[in-house]
């Protein structure tokens, strides 16, 4: 049911009632006409006059109470039906990870990054020769091959693992560097007979030399002050070796 309107009967005065009743997905009862009198009379007996009716304000319009998923959303949709299978089964993942993530990122650490990045850039090229196991006595080779070996900086210096993530699942905090060594230290032939693996082993057995000097002859109140070099397994493979930073007594050490 719509509001009743009232009007004066033009003959006698008397008031005069009507309903208008309209169903839902049909069309109101009352001629056009009808109700531009209705609008009309009402406004007259409020005291505006014919004019009040032009300078009527119309009622705003209703918000929906739903609306179409924006981008975003409709990916946080997708990625819920495709990967995760099950709404709760995300929000459960999304709590984890809000517990395994780090609240703050130490400024020691974040410092020792960046000297440590300075370090790598600047290490100095050299031809290592073909005899790797005695240049580096402390790391395992497949075999000696009658290649040098190109050392140059490394072509890319990536953080990579957890920390890059911002979720840390161990008490210390561990961060991952990776080296991408540069072209000219491989040849079209590499991989054969090991060539490669005793190079990449090779080629970590410098960078760990060369830290080494750096870290003996940098200042005493650095960022990378007091830290401990080390050569370590990736899971134990003695042919994935890698060096390892772990924090000393200096002022400056911060993480691993």
Not at 96 to 125: F, I
Not at 172 to 201: C, G, H, I, N
Request: charged share 25%; with cysteine; net charge positive.
């Amino acid at each position: 049911l719509k509001p009743f309107w009232l009007k004066s009967c033009p003959q006698n005065g008397s008031p005069q009632f009507g309903v208008q009743m309209a169903v839902s997905g049909g069309k109101p009862v009352g001629s056009k006409k009808r109700k531009a009198v209705d609008v009309a009379d009402g406004a007259a007996e409020a005291g505006g006059g014919p004019e009040a009716v032009d300078g009527a304000k119309l009622p705003a319009q209703s918000v929906p109470a739903f609306r179409a998923p924006d981008a975003t959303e409709v990916l946080e949709i997708a990625q819920t039906r495709n990967l995760y299978r099950s709404n709760l089964f995300r929000l459960q993942l999304e709590e984890l990870l809000q517990e395994m993530t780090p609240a703050t990122a130490s400024p020691g650490l974040e410092a020792a990054l960046r000297a440590l990045k300075g370090l790598l850039e600047g290490l100095s090229p050299r031809t290592i020769p073909e005899d790797f196991a005695a240049e580096f006595p402390g790391l395992a080779f497949h075999r000696r091959h009658p290649f040098p070996l190109a050392f140059g900086p490394p072509r890319r210096i990536d953080v990579v693992g957890g920390y890059l993530h911002g979720t840390c699942v161990r008490r210390d905090v561990q961060v991952d560097v990776a080296l991408e060594m540069p072209p000219e230290a491989f040849q079209s032939k590499d991989y054969l007979s090991f060539r490669y693996t005793d190079k990449r082993a090779a080629y970590v057995g410098e960078v760990h030399r060369q830290l080494r000097d750096a870290l003996a002859k940098g200042p005493s109140d650095g960022p990378l002050a007091g830290l401990a070099l080390s050569l370590a397994t990736v899971q134990g493979d003695v042919f994935r070796p890698c060096v390892r930073l772990s924090p000393g007594e200096g002022p400056g050490a911060g993480g691993r």
